[in-house]
């Protein structure tokens, strides 16, 4: 057993004391479009195996009740790749959004009364421990929703979490929607949460798309969660390669690298 399975091991026996039924939705219908090729990005390799697989089997080692992935564009391809795996899935056929994107699978979850896990199909060195972490956050702030995030130099990109002057999260925005004073700051949303099922497909039919991308986002709940005296809660992980995912075949080549050396560093 490496130090990190071990160290995993330990934070979920900790947090199964007081572990809700949880479920993981996997958003993987995003079409690549700057990778310059039809295959679902999501299907690149990292370390000779496509990248949802690694997904898949982090999400499995959390041993939850199902796993959904919500497919698009090269859906065939993907449900191919995972055939044998267990995991079910949902379609979303025009990208809309990840709020959008979530709601396509609300009957995937009709008779599931747990804490739902929702993971990117594209970020594929996302640890168990990192997984670990959120979910025994969210347990004990005895929160409504958590939100992984991580500060990183240059947040050009990435949508923005924003704080209240108490430190507690406020909201978050995509840059495209951000002030000039919230383009400078450094935190941003990993896109990964966890959110109790039933409190999140009741908040979701509710969100605009009353944005610069005219898109559903899923965290636009975040704040109708507060406002209804929710806990949301954040967890911050300090390795950004960890939540990076494949927009470019540079992001592809870089992740590629960094997964080789971290295996070197515990071989």
Known sequence: MTIDSWAAELLRRDSLMNRRPLAVLILAAGEGKRMKSDLPKVLYLVSRKPIISRVVETA?????????????????????????????????????????????????????????????GDVPLLSEISLDKILRRHYVSCATATVLSTIIDNPTGYGRVIRSNDGNLERIVEEMDCSEDERKIREINAGIYLFRSEVLFRYLPKVSNANVQQEYYLPDVLPMIIEDDGIVAVEQINDALEVAGVNSPEQLEELNLAFEESNEIYS
């Open 60 to 120: 499995q080692a959390l041993k939850p009740e199902k796993i959904v992935a919500v497919v698009g564009a090269g859906r065939e391809l993907v449900k191919s790749e995972l055939s044998g795996s267990g995991v079910e899935f949902a379609i979303q056929d025009r990208q809309l959004g990840t709020g959008h994107a979530v709601l396509q699978a609300k009957d995937s979850f009709s008779d599931f009364h747990g804490d739902l896990l929702i993971l990117s």
